[in-house]
């Protein structure tokens, strides 16, 4: 039993790193209609950023996290505006063959910069945690899904009170009709975008701090957005908080297997989504158009 | 009041071409401040080609379109209603997720000058325009939950939620029966009573003579009349592009 609760927290805890890779993803996805290929590249950017910090001036790595955002929210204004809205109304498979573009340009960019070593981000209390009822909780683990749980929530704020975020829901809607009650479409595009990339930009900080990265380590977050969009359900933040933390707690529940590993892990959490997309095609919390 | 110095929209030579068909030829015509202004013609006459070169969805080949006599063709469609230009469209095209009131809201957020007001302004003005179209009792339901009338009247309240000068309807009574017609009817007029200049295209007959104060007659592209409604209506040109050659001398003889 304690086993068990260890398993669900564990797994809850892992979730919350999955919620932040995927909240960017599904708005993007769900507002543009773009798969967006370069979200793990710009998930890793972020990571960058956070190691930069930490080691040249020592910020605590929570601390960076605004920074990550503003900064990969203004790589990704730039990148829509002035690559991705080209394309905007070209068929899905033009979006693939340009987003899997710009990923290789970023990661490339970023070997150039960092090189191929892997960084890591250790403050003083990372591998620390405190014990509760005999289950020990990572300070680090616990704070990233606290971290990710906030990125949701503000980004839902922004999505439903505030001008921007009505605009991004009408051009979601119909952009015919967007454009014609004044609204920019070039500029409310590209503030979605650049929204996805921000997201993205924390949710890489948050990995720094558990796992080592690389910049080609960004291609399985690109991965596991798709499989978390997808199970939560297309279109609501919310939905992708309840499809990052499942695919938290079945990761976990697939690792527990004896002798499985991480491989194993990920056949359960692809099948699960093979299952969603059978039985529910609009995702565990989302709703039929 | 009505006959102002220099006209609120001017057309001039406005022409747009697909392929070698022009669908919209040479029109030329005014609408002065304040008016309600009726474009009427048979299927495929240019009608809707022409409010989307008024609004800027689709551009001129030739001609020009002023605005307070200064020149919008060429703008895209979002500064063109910031100018001041709202417009409704024959299918609506309603923000399918949310409710009535905040359809209306989007309108107010973005639209002219005049609307912006911040987002609790924007839901104020919203609900004032919801009681101008009749919705008012619907504000919190959902587009799904509309009607086709009420769904033209959220139209409609989108439109004027944007404060414009100059509100271009396209077809709003398109497919009501003889009741929702009238009820359409003294929208436009209560919308039209508030200020704004009125463009619309109609098919029904009884609306250009009901509400309009002017018609203009397009055919293949061409202004084929244009005057007071009854005038227009009973040009024996009129009748032929509607009517067919045949049925034109039936009536004059």
Known sequence: MAAFVQLVILGLLAGGVYVAVGVGFGLVWGVLNIVNLAHGALVIVGGYITWQLFTAFGLDPFLTLPVDAVALFVLGYALQRGVINRIIRAPLLFTFLLTFGVNLVIVNILLLIFGSDFRSVTPTYSGQGFELGGIVIPYVRLASLGAAILLSAGLAFLLSRTRIGLSIHAIAADRDAAQLVGIDLRHAYAVTYGLGAACAGVAGGLIAMIQAITPTAGEPYTLQAFVVVILGGLGRVSATVVGGLAFGLVEAFGQSIPGSGSVFANAIAFGLMVLVLVTRPQGLMGRLR | ?253
């Open chain 2, 1 to 253: 009041m009505s006959a102002a110095v220099s006209p609120q929209l001017e057309l001039r030579g406005v022409t747009k071409r697909f392929g070698g068909v022009a669908a919209v030829d040479g029109v030329s015509f005014e609408v002065a401040k304040g008016d309600i202004v009726g474009i009427i013609g048979p299927n495929g006459a240019g009608k809707t080609t022409l409010l989307n070169c008024i609004s800027g969805t689709q551009r001129l080949d030739r001609g020009d379109i002023r605005l307070n006599g200064s020149s919008i063709a060429g703008i895209s469609p979002h500064r063109v209603a910031k100018l001041g230009i709202g417009r409704t469209f024959q299918i609506v095209k309603p923000f399918g997720s949310m409710t009535v009131r905040e359809n209306a809201a989007i309108g107010a957020l973005f639209g002219s000058a005049q609307a912006r007001r911040g987002v609790a302004g924007a839901f104020a003005l919203a609900d004032e325009v919801l009681e101008l179209v009749g919705l008012r009792a619907k504000a919190d339901h959902p587009v799904s939950a509309l009607t086709i009338p009420d769904r033209k009247r959220l139209e409609v309240a989108r439109a004027v939620a944007t404060r414009p000068q100059l509100l271009l309807l396209d077809e709003v009574m398109a497919g009501l029966n003889n009741v929702e017609v009238d009820d359409a009817l003294d929208m436009v007029r209560a919308v039209h009573a508030t200020g704004v200049t009125v463009l619309l295209i109609e098919h029904v007959m009884r609306v250009i003579v009901g509400v309009c104060r002017r018609a203009i007659v397009l055919d293949f592209g061409h202004v084929l009349a244009q005057g007071e409604p009854e005038v227009v209506l009973r040009d024996e040109r009129v009748i032929q592009a509607y009517l067919g050659e045949r049925y034109a001398k039936r009536l004059k003889s």
